[in-house]
């Protein structure tokens, strides 16, 4: 079984700070990873996704996460907080199984002070 | 190209009721997911269609149903309505099974 955890559900930066929302999964196989964005009111939005290619991988608005094996985790950063970042944000895995079934962890809420 | 939409976008119902949400999926794919959104669960996947079968269910009882058409678009129903239903229900759509999926706005549903 598949699972995700991110911790803290709350993280604060100052605009122009990095940003650093932590993930951490568990797959009985090779997964696919992702982070996906939701604004009040939206759906999910795609930043970036790990599918067993290049370990760190770029996103949309400057985000990049890196894939680590040995610690089981694909945290995501960003160099410089903009206030526009404000969002909650979400880690999920699939296993490389063939169907999309996507295992999400509890979310982290990020809040941009200016 | 359109995304993915959702209707209707907002909803009230009585419990005991029954309800259907509708996704139409991104043009060309063919497969299509349901997701339950609340705050104290999180995200939650209820069942996943390619081609008008479905591929996947998740751990939701037999009131959560779903189906799917010959042009790939989705409905899910809810019966017997439980306050605990109240949620946001997402869907999201793909080219194929184990593709990156595609979220729509999302369905707020209500149950009073």
């Known amino acids: 079984a598949q699972s995700v955890t991110q911790l803290g559900s709350h993280v604060s930066v100052s605009e122009g700070a990095l940003v650093l929302l932590r993930c951490n999964y568990s797959?009985?196989?090779?997964?696919?990873l992702f982070w996906y964005v939701q604004y009040p009111n939206q759906g999910l939005q795609l930043l970036l996704k790990?599918?067993?290619?290049?370990?760190l991988v770029k996103g949309i608005n400057g985000f990049e996460a890196e894939f680590k094996k040995s610690e089981t985790s694909f945290h995501l950063t960003k160099p410089s907080a903009h206030m526009s970042d404000a969002a909650e944000y979400f880690c999920?895995?699939?296993?490389?199984?063939?169907?999309?079934?996507?295992?999400f962890g509890k979310g982290t809420m990020l809040l941009v002070s200016p | 190209k359109a995304g993915v939409t959702q209707t209707p976008r907002y909803l009230i119902k009585t419990r005991g009721q029954q309800v259907t949400l509708s996704c139409s999926p991104i043009?060309?794919?063919?497969?299509v997911s349901w997701y339950q959104q609340t705050p104290g669960q999180g995200l939650q996947f209820l069942f996943e269609y390619f081609s008008e079968t479905q591929r996947n269910k998740g751990n939701f009882p037999g009131r959560f149903s779903g189906r799917q058409f010959s042009n790939s678009r989705s409905e899910m129903n809810v019966s017997t309505l439980e306050l605990g239903d109240s949620a946001l229900y997402l869907c999201?759509?793909?080219?194929?099974?184990?593709?990156?999926?595609?979220f729509g706005p999302g369905t707020r549903l209500t149950v009073t």
């Open positions: 999201a759509s793909s080219l194929a099974t184990g593709n990156e999926q595609y």
């Open positions: 999920a895995v699939s296993e490389n199984s063939g169907y999309s079934t996507l295992t």
């Open positions: 797959s009985s196989v090779p997964p696919y």
């Open positions: 043009s060309g794919h063919r497969s």
């Open positions: 790990y599918t067993s290619a290049a370990t």
